[in-house]
């Protein structure tokens, strides 16, 4: 069974444009979270999606949003950006809500000049 | 907020020595806890898990203990090997913030 998958790997962005960062969950996943990876600050949850519906949000302004598709494919979107949000974005997916184990992708490695 | 977090960001381990990774959590509401392991490039990788009620729970060279008294995780791994080196996380359910994590170097 093929794991998660994220795309682009790596990004380049300037401070003020906007990103979307994609993610295929495993097949049969119907639950897909995101996390932002920094050195200073770990990983921090930003959002949960299962069944097309966001379901869990972290601490995060609004900027970050993201969405989930019918086929439970993910996509998160940052606008604005600013040179804080470089990170790895890290996907990561499980058959359902609840305590049940995650699976991560290698994220997207999203550097703001 | 409620958190989990590391004890140490580094540790230093002999190949062929046991290596003890400790992490404490605030919310004594808890009833699942995870460990992963990152090796750079990569994302995290399930290890193992534990519900709060076990006190240990063991795996392949891994062993991981819970004390709900002091609310405190501690992930031991046996016999550690140079491809244990990675950054380990505790995560408290699978939502919340992880940390910064646990650096293990294992010196040859």
């Known amino acids: 069974k093929a794991g998660v998958t994220q795309t682009p790997r790596y990004l380049i962005k300037t401070r003020g444009q906007q990103v979307t960062l994609s993610c295929s969950p495993i097949?049969?996943?119907?639950?897909v979270s995101w996390y932002q990876q920094t050195p200073g600050q770990g990983l921090q949850f930003l959002f949960e999606y299962f069944s097309e519906t966001q379901r869990n949000k972290g601490n995060f302004p609004g900027r970050f949003s993201g969405r989930q598709f019918s086929n439970s494919r993910s996509e998160m979107n940052v606008s604005t950006l600013e040179l804080g949000d470089s990170a790895l974005y890290l996907c990561?997916?499980?058959?359902?809500?609840?305590?049940?184990?995650?699976?991560f992708g290698p994220g997207t490695r999203l550097t703001v000049l | 907020g409620e958190s989990v977090g590391l004890h140490l960001p580094t540790l230093s381990v002999q190949e062929g020595d046991n290596s003890i990774i400790n992490c404490a959590y605030s919310?004594?509401?808890?009833?699942?806890f995870i460990w992963y392991k990152q090796e750079s490039g990569k994302g995290p990788q399930f290890i193992i898990d534990?519900?709060?009620?076990?006190d240990k729970r063991q795996g392949q060279r891994v062993t991981v203990l819970l004390n709900k008294t002091v609310k405190h995780l501690s992930l031991q791994i046996a016999a550690t090997q140079p491809g244990d080196s990675a950054v380990y996380f505790c995560a408290e359910n699978k939502r919340l913030s992880f940390g910064a994590g646990t650096t293990v170097t294992v010196r040859a």
């Open positions: 919310n004594s509401a808890s009833d699942y």
């Open positions: 990561a997916s499980s058959s359902g809500l609840g305590t049940d184990t995650q699976y």
């Open positions: 534990i519900r709060s009620n076990m």
């Open positions: 097949s049969g996943h119907r639950s």
